[in-house]
C-alpha cells in the first residue's frame, strides 16, 4: 500500500501561506509519502503549484487531483500534462474528473449535460495527443478540427509520451465503470470500506468487460488522520464538512458524494443530512451525521484503532491510502503524518 496526500481545494490561497505547504510538503516527501496531489475547486489552479513542487522535490509522484475537464479544452489539458511530465521527469499523474453542476455551470459557464460523455471525449482526445497523433475527433462535445473553418489536423510539437498515468475521479456506477475500462487509477471519494461494492465493485466490473486485469489498476481512498483517545472530540471538528459535503457538495437534485454514501450503506442517514440542510437547518444537519460514516471515512482514535481501519481499507482493495493528517500546528501535523506511515509501513512488511 502506497501513501498520498493533498493540498487545495476551495479555502486554498485565501491565507497567502504557500511557504508553509511546501515546506509541510516536502517534509512529506523526506517521510516516505509517494504521491502528492494538487486539488482545484474554486481556489488554487491544479497545475501551477505541481510546477512549483517539481522543481523543489526529487522523487514523489505529483498528480492533479483533480483538473476540471469542462475548464480546459481536451488539447490544452494534453499539452500542460506532456509539459508537467518534461519538468517533472515523468513523475507527473494526470487527474481528471468532471466536477460538478455548481462549478462547472457557475464558474465555467459550460454546460453539465452529459459529464460521462464529455469525460470520454477528453480521455480520448488527450490520449492521442500523448501518442503523438495528428488530432481528428468527431464526438458530441468535440469536434477537432472544427468544420467549416480554417483548422486542420495538428500534432503537438512536444515528444509523444503515453507512460503518462490516467487517473480518473468518477463516483457514479456507469462512470465507475468507465475508470475501469480505460483508466491506470481510479481517485476515489465518499469511500466506505464496509461498503466497497458500491465504488471499487464498479471499476472491477468495467474492467473485466474490457478484458483488463482489474489488479493493475490503482485504488485510491482515504481521510482525516488524527491520533487520540478521546474519539468524540476527534469526531465533532469533522461532522460540519460531512454535513457539507453531503448537503451542499452539488444541487439538491444532483450530489454526486451523497449519491456514493447512500449506496455504500448510509441512504438514509445520507438523504436526512441532506434535507435538513437544503431546508436551511444546518445545525441539525450536522448533528444528524452518523459517528459511523465518520469513523469510517476517516483514521482518528489510538494508534490500535487506526490500524485497524487502515487495515479495513486494504481488505477492501485500497491500494493507495490518502491522507489528510490534522493538528493544532505543522508539527502536529507532521506527528499524525509520521504516525500513519509507520502504520503502513508495518502493514507492508507484515506481507513481504
Do not use: C
Not at 118 to 144: N, P
Not at 149 to 171: D, F, H, S, V, Y
Not at 187 to 216: C, W
Not at 286 to 298: G, H, K
Amino acid at each position: 500500500m502506497k501513501i498520498s496526500i493533498a493540498f487545495g481545494g476551495p479555502a486554498s490561497g485565501k491565507k497567502r501561506d504557500w511557504d508553509t505547504q511546501v515546506e509541510f510538503l516536502r517534509e512529506a516527501e523526506q517521510m516516505g509519502v509517494d504521491i502528492i496531489w494538487s486539488a482545484e475547486a474554486w481556489g488554487m489552479d491544479g497545475v501551477s503549484t505541481l510546477a512549483y513542487l517539481a522543481a523543489v522535490t526529487k522523487k514523489v509522484q505529483l498528480g492533479t487531483g483533480i483538473l476540471q475537464i469542462s475548464a480546459r479544452t481536451p488539447v490544452m489539458t494534453a499539452m500542460t500534462a506532456l509539459s508537467m511530465a518534461a519538468i517533472s521527469d515523468d513523475r507527473f499523474i494526470l487527474g481528471l474528473g468532471v466536477s460538478g453542476p455548481q462549478v462547472v455551470e457557475g464558474l465555467h459557464g459550460i454546460s453539465f449535460r452529459q459529464p460521462l460523455t464529455r469525460l470520454r471525449e477528453t480521455v480520448d482526445i488527450v490520449r492521442q495527443a500523448f501518442a503523438g497523433e495528428k488530432i481528428r475527433y468527431e464526438g458530441s462535445h468535440h469536434f477537432l478540427p472544427r468544420p467549416g473553418g480554417e483548422g486542420k489536423a495538428l500534432r503537438l510539437a512536444q515528444p509523444a509520451n503515453e507512460q503518462i498515468p490516467i487517473w480518473l475521479a468518477t463516483l457514479g456506477p456507469k462512470s465507475l465503470e468507465y475508470t475501469g475500462q480505460v483508466a491506470d487509477g481510479w481517485a476515489g471519494t465518499s469511500f466506505v470500506p464496509t461498503g466497497a461494492a458500491a465504488t471499487i465493485g464498479h471499476v472491477h466490473q468495467g474492467a473485466l468487460a474490457a478484458g483488463r486485469d482489474p489488479s493493475t489498476i490503482d485504488y485510491q481512498a482515504g481521510g482525516a488522520v488524527q491520533f487520540g483517545n478521546d474519539v468524540e472530540r476527534l469526531l465533532a471538528p469533522r461532522r460540519p464538512g460531512v454535513a457539507f459535503t453531503l448537503g451542499a457538495m452539488g444541487s439538491a437534485t444532483t450530489n454526486f458524494y451523497n449519491d456514493a454514501y447512500s449506496r455504500g450503506g448510509f441512504e438514509t442517514e445520507a438523504r436526512k443530512v441532506q434535507q435538513l440542510w437544503v431546508e436551511g437547518q444546518r445545525e441539525q444537519a450536522v448533528q444528524a451525521v452518523p459517528d459511523e460514516l465518520i469513523l469510517q471515512t476517516n483514521f482518528l482514535g489510538s494508534t490500535s484503532e487506526v490500524t485497524e481501519r487502515v487495515r479495513s481499507y486494504r481488505e477492501a482493495g485500497i491500494s493507495v491510502l490518502r491522507v489528510q493528517p490534522e493538528g493544532a500546528d505543522m508539527q502536529e501535523r507532521l506527528d499524525s503524518l509520521g504516525g500513519i506511515v509507520d502504520i503502513v509501513r508495518a502493514l507492508n512488511n507484515d506481507d513481504s
